[in-house]
């Protein structure tokens, strides 16, 4: 029963978010276009970071705009994406706009000298990503550009909410990652969410279910792996009808990693059943058996020194996407013991050996980084986005952080292996954006 209260405690705390004091030179945070994400991603941490303000929202159509800020409680309303970019008194962008304009208004915003928090997938393809990490202006600084506040670099951080919380940081804790043989990352949205007529399935604006869930899995594929797939070796994406056939409602693919294990995703937006949640969003690690002394075998009955021990793990991380919310962590450990027969008398026999099996499981939970024994600030109740939030602030405001950060690298790698997954496919990489063109 406590635990169950404690579980209810602590998803009131996310749903209904404390609101907190802001501290002088909080961060000012425009938000470019009123798209559903923006509340759950922003609006909502920003109450309880007392160094976050949401001080603008821009629209194609103002009264739309209009509307979410007084949902919100947004204090100013802006004319445009322009118009929000032109203010002086912006600090940082957040860009949730359709991902064919990821590239046009993060490289606009950066040009006006705000740092920009953008969505996933960073950009329609890795040209882009490319072209958007290596560009000037993120060497440049914000008072280069903006003519304000002290020098400081530009800051862009793609918006993997998930892989910042401590349930995450457990996780990569319990593999050993030269050794993984295999991973299996999937995630369904109910097919009842997203209509035909959803952003998501236009083409010319970077759509596809691997662009949007897909990005979720793929990079779990890669941070369970810690290095990048070599090689693409199935991609079965199950197009829309058409018109849309151009993108893929659902997907399944395998890719191949350096170490020779392979990584296998499965997902989409038209879930099996329609329903939600059709599973939990999981991750599945298997690994190669390893040899281990016998002298570590700790916690298991009638190993001797004399005995040849195997061990081969199976993670399994239940609702990597929202972890704060519920999840858990299954370990098991199988031991294969290889040890010397011995005869009637108990004298050893001449190198016969007998062979059992042993399994050890546990269930790891991490609701904050005091649970996983380090020092830092984070209540039970903080969301992934929340964590997230709190590493942009921290980065531009130079203090230290958890030391969990999606570089540049990290994001172009990311888009590479996205990439990889629609050539495969036939249905080819998302298309360039012309403004793109125009700029590199």
């Known amino acids: ?49 007392p160094n976050v303000v949401v001080y603008a929202v821009a629209a194609r159509d103002k009264s739309r705009a209009a509307a979410f800020a007084k949902k919100h409680g947004i204090p100013h309303v802006k004319d445009s994406y ?52 290596n560009c ?5 600084s914000r008072s280069a550009n903006s003519g304000q506040g002290q020098a400081q670099p530009l800051i862009l951080l793609e918006a993997f909410h998930s892989r910042f919380s401590p349930a995450f940081a457990l996780f990569r804790t319990l593999l050993d990652q030269p050794n993984i043989e295999h991973v299996f990352a999937s995630l369904y949205a109910p097919a009842f969410l997203f209509g035909s007529d959803n952003i998501r399935f236009q083409y010319d604006l970077g759509g596809g279910a691997a662009m949007d869930v897909g990005t979720y ?40 990693f350096p170490n020779g294990g392979i990584g296998e995703v499965k997902g989409g937006l038209k879930g099996p059943r329609g329903l939600w949640p059709v599973e939990f969003p999981l991750i599945q690690v298997t690994h190669r058996p ?10 298991l009955n009638g190993v001797s020194e004399r005995d040849e021990v195997t061990k081969k793990r199976t993670v399994t991380f239940v609702n990597f996407i929202l972890s ?24 050893r026999t001449d190198g016969t050996r007998t062979r059992r ?19 830092l600030p984070g209540e039970p109740w903080l969301s992934t986005y929340g ?33 990889m997954v629609y050539e495969k496919s036939g249905l080819g990489v998302r298309p360039t954006s012309v403004y793109r063109a125009k700029v590199v």
Not at 100 to 122: M, Q, S, Y
Not at 290 to 299: K, L, N, T
Not at 357 to 375: H, N, P
Request: one cysteine or more; a negative charge; charged letters at 25%.
């Open 324 to 347: 704060p919310h519920y999840h858990r962590i299954e370990v098991e450990d199988e031991y294969v013991i290889s040890s010397p027969a011995s005869t009637g008398d108990g004298s």
């Open 217 to 256: 899995t793929i990079a779990a594929l890669r941070e369970a792996f810690g290095a990048e797939p070599t090689e693409c070796m199935l991609a079965d994406l199950e197009r829309m009808p058409p018109p849309l056939d151009q993108c893929d409602v659902n997907f399944h693919a395998q890719l191949r």
């Open 357 to 375: 099996v042993l399994i050890k499981k546990e269930t790891r939970k991490a609701y904050s980084w005091k649970e996983m024994g380090r020092d």
């Open 82 to 133: 322009d118009d929000l970019l032109n203010d002086p008194n912006i600090d940082a962008v957040y860009n949730p706009l359709p991902n064919g304009l990821h590239f046009e208004w993060t490289h606009k915003a950066l040009a006006k000298g705000k740092h920009v928090l953008l969505e996933k997938p960073l950009t329609s393809n890795a040209e882009e990503a490319e072209a958007l990490f």
């Open 290 to 299: 390893v040899a281990v002394a016998a002298a570590d075998c700790h916690g």
């Open 387 to 419: 964590y997230m939030l709190q590493e942009f602030v921290d980065k531009i405001q130079g203090r230290e952080g958890t030391g969990v950060w999606i570089s540049g690298e990290d994001s172009i790698a990311q888009m590479k292996a996205i990439d």
């Open 1 to 49: 029963m406590g635990a169950f209260l404690s579980a209810l405690r602590r998803n009131q705390r996310l749903v209904f978010t404390p609101v907190v004091a802001k501290h002088d030179g909080a961060l000012k945070i425009g938000i470019l276009g009123a798209a559903d994400i923006a509340p759950i991603a922003l609006v909502n941490p920003a109450r309880s970071n």
């Open 136 to 140: 000037e202006l993120l060497s440049a």
